[in-house]
């Protein structure tokens, strides 16, 4: 069974800093792209980034390029998401998805909250 | 990266047929045919894909949902429309920057 598993989500400051980790499983990882789509309360999802087979492309959002890092580590079969001077527009389930298409799956997300 | 437009709602009876437009530009839409549709029924639950690369239908899902696409417009139809279509759709595009992007959501509601 293909499972994501988001978490490192939580309540910090703006400004603050965050690290989102996605662990995949029942799949063979290294084989997709990987990505991130966030969903704000209220709004409809906004895709964050996503990242090639073996890390070496990814792009970005206008809104999170130059504060957002993606990479991913396909022994521990994870994507991470390193979020830098989070603002309060940031605050959103934040969701793992691969492929974007025909092998679609998404995780379950994780909560992150930026407020002072 | 600008969303891409829908309109905000559509209705339509059971058994009606209703359609989706998605409305962006040649840089995302019109630049290639990796448009896809997502179904999402309540405030909080994981987006469905219910439509890939334009006109392509996941397994398992209903064959009541086709879509198609002209120009820089994507369209997701669903025919013979039933109570638990209701929900909120959104349209994704990839881009000439090699990036995605969604659309602003259209809420269907089933008279």
């Known amino acids: 069974e293909v499972q994501l598993v988001e978490s490192g989500g939580g309540v910090v400051q703006p400004g603050g800093s965050l690290r989102l980790s996605c662990a995949a499983s029942?799949?063979?990882?290294?084989?997709?792209?990987m990505h991130w789509v966030r969903q704000g309360p209220g709004k409809g999802p906004m895709w964050v980034s996503r990242?090639?087979?073996?890390?070496?492309?990814?792009t970005y959002a206008d809104s999170v390029k130059g504060r957002f890092t993606i990479s991913r580590d396909n022994a521990e079969n994870t994507v991470y998401l390193q979020m830098n001077s989070l603002r309060v527009e940031d605050t959103a389930v934040y969701y793992c998805?691969?492929?974007?298409?025909?092998?679609?799956?998404w995780g379950q997300g994780t909560q992150v909250t930026v407020s002072s | 990266q600008s969303t891409l437009t829908q309109p905000v709602s559509v209705s339509g009876s059971p058994g009606q047929s209703i359609s989706i437009s998605c409305t962006g530009t040649?840089?995302?839409?019109?630049?290639?045919?990796?448009v896809s549709w997502y179904q999402q029924r309540f405030p909080g639950e994981v987006p469905k894909l219910v439509i890939?690369?334009?006109?392509n239908r996941p397994s398992g899902v209903s064959n009541r949902f086709s879509g198609s696409k002209s120009g820089n417009t994507a369209s997701l139809t669903i025919s013979g429309l039933q109570a638990e279509d209701e929900a909120d759709y959104y349209c994704?595009?990839?881009?000439?920057?090699?990036?995605?992007?969604f659309g602003s959501g259209t809420k269907v509601t089933v008279l």
């Open positions: 990242i090639n087979e073996d890390g070496a492309i990814s």
């Open positions: 029942g799949f063979t990882f290294g084989n997709f792209w």
């Open positions: 040649s840089s995302d839409v019109g630049n290639n045919n990796f």
């Open positions: 994704t595009s990839f881009t000439s920057s090699r990036t995605h992007v």
């Open positions: 890939y690369d334009v006109d």
């Open positions: 998805v691969r492929d974007f298409r025909i092998y679609d799956h």
